[in-house]
Nanobody, 124 residues
């Protein structure tokens, strides 16, 4: 099992930036694909950004061109740089480790380890 701890959330004005960080402990970190999800009140949890063990990345349509996911396997961290934040980016953001490869990367069932979440609020 991988223990994941997120940090870096907070309150930011529209157009601003935040950097989230997720630190993992437990099993070998570098061999696993990692992702950031978010969940806004009353909405389903959705994939924001995804990074393979080798570094290839994928992004949800809502954040393409604004968010950047990166990882440092030596530090066991996965970061999410969020620029050009919008009101609709307000959500609880979760780091997740993909432990299955039986379906889509968008499916929550593919992820066996989750962090506790960090709140991002975009408000003027």
């Amino acid at each position: 099992q991988v223990r994941l701890v997120e940090s870096g959330g907070g309150l930011v004005q529209p157009g601003g930036s935040l950097r989230l960080s997720c630190r993992g402990s437990g099993r070998i970190f570098s061999g696993y694909d990692m992702a950031w999800f978010r969940q806004a009140p009353g909405k389903e949890r959705e994939l924001v950004a995804y990074i393979e063990g080798g570094g290839h990345t994928f992004y949800g349509d809502a954040v393409k061109g604004r968010f950047t996911i990166s990882r440092d396997n030596s530090k066991r961290t996965v970061d999410l740089q969020m620029d050009g934040l919008k009101f609709e980016d307000t959500a609880l953001y979760f780091c997740a480790c993909r432990t299955l490869h039986t379906g889509s990367r968008y499916s929550l069932d593919e992820y066996g380890d989750w962090g506790q979440g960090t709140q991002v609020t975009v408000s003027s």
